[in-house]
C-alpha cells in the first residue's frame, strides 16, 4: 500500500519536471524567434555595408556566449534568423491543443508547440503542406525528436496523401490525421524498418509475427491512432468452422477489430477472400 502512495506521489513529481521542462522549451523557441527578428532588423538598419550582416552576428556570439553561455554560435544565431524568416510568415491556422491553449502568439498570431530541436527539422521541409502536418502530429502526439525523424523518414506524409484526393491532402497540412471512416486509417505501404530483421533470402510469416510482437511498442506507432493489441494466434469460429488470426487489434476511434493476417510473398486472390471471410460479431462472440 505504502509503495502504491510513493509511486503515486513520484508520478506527481515527475509530471511537474515535465511541465516545467516543456515550458522551458517553448520559453526558449519564443525567445529564439524574437532574437532573428532584431537580427534581421539590425541587418536591415546597417545594410550600406556589404560585410555589416557578418560583422554583426559574430560580435553578437561573441557578446552572448561571454554572458549566457553556449548555444549562441554564428551557426545557431543564423537558425534563429532563418527561424524568424520562415515562421514569421508561416501560419499554421487556428489549431488548438489543450495543453497549449494558454501559450502567447507572435505579432502575426503564430503559436509554438515543439521544441527548438523540432523546429530545426521542421524547417528543412520545404514542402508547407507536409511541414505543418508533421507539426501538428508532433504536438498533438508528443512525438519525441527521434519518434519525429522515425516518421518523416519513413515518408508518413506521402504514405497517408497517396489513399486521399486532393481534398484530402489539403485536410491533412490544416488538421493533421483525422480518423472518420477505416480508409483514412490506412497507409501504403507500412514501413517495418524497426523490426531489424536481419537480410535472409526468405522468411516464414511465423518469424515475421515473433518480430512484430517483440517490437509491438513500434508497431502500434506505425499503425497509427487508436490501436490496442487483443492477442496473436486467435481463435474464430464462422459457420461452426475454427480459423486462426495471425495478429488482432481493437481501434478505439472506429470500434471495431482489425484483424492481420500475415502473408510473405506476392498477394493472391484467396489472401483477400480469407480476412474478408468473417464478421466483427463473430469474432467478437468466439474471442472470450
Known sequence: MQNEFFEKVGQILEQARSNAKTAVNLSMVYAYYEIGKNIIEEEQNGKERADYGKYILKGLSEYLTE???????????????????????????????????????????????????????????????????????????????????????????????????????????????????????????????????????????????????DNLQQFLLELGKGFTFVGRQVRLTFDEEHFRCDLVFYNRLLKCFVLFDLKIGELKHQDIGYPNFFKIQTYYNTVA
Open 67 to 213: 554572458n549566457y553561455g553556449k548555444g549562441f554560435s554564428v551557426d545557431n544565431l543564423k537558425l534563429m534568423r532563418r527561424f524568424y524568416n520562415v515562421y514569421s510568415k508561416d501560419m499554421i491556422g487556428e489549431i488548438v491543443f489543450p495543453q497549449f491553449k494558454n501559450l502567447p502568439a507572435t505579432e502575426t498570431g503564430r503559436k509554438f508547440f515543439l521544441s527548438w530541436s523540432h523546429y530545426i527539422k521542421l524547417m528543412r521541409i520545404e514542402n508547407l503542406d507536409e511541414r505543418h502536418f508533421y507539426e501538428i502530429e508532433a504536438a498533438r502526439n508528443d512525438w519525441s525528436l527521434t519518434e519525429f525523424k522515425r516518421q518523416f523518414d519513413t515518408s508518413l506524409y506521402e504514405r497517408l496523401a497517396l489513399s486521399r484526393d486532393t481534398e484530402g491532402v489539403k485536410k491533412l497540412s490544416t488538421h493533421g490525421q483525422v480518423i472518420e471512416e477505416p480508409s483514412d486509417l490506412i497507409k501504403d505501404p507500412y514501413v517495418l524498418e524497426f523490426l531489424g530483421l536481419p537480410e535472409l533470402v526468405q522468411y516464414s510469416e511465423t518469424e515475421l509475427e515473433k518480430h512484430i510482437i
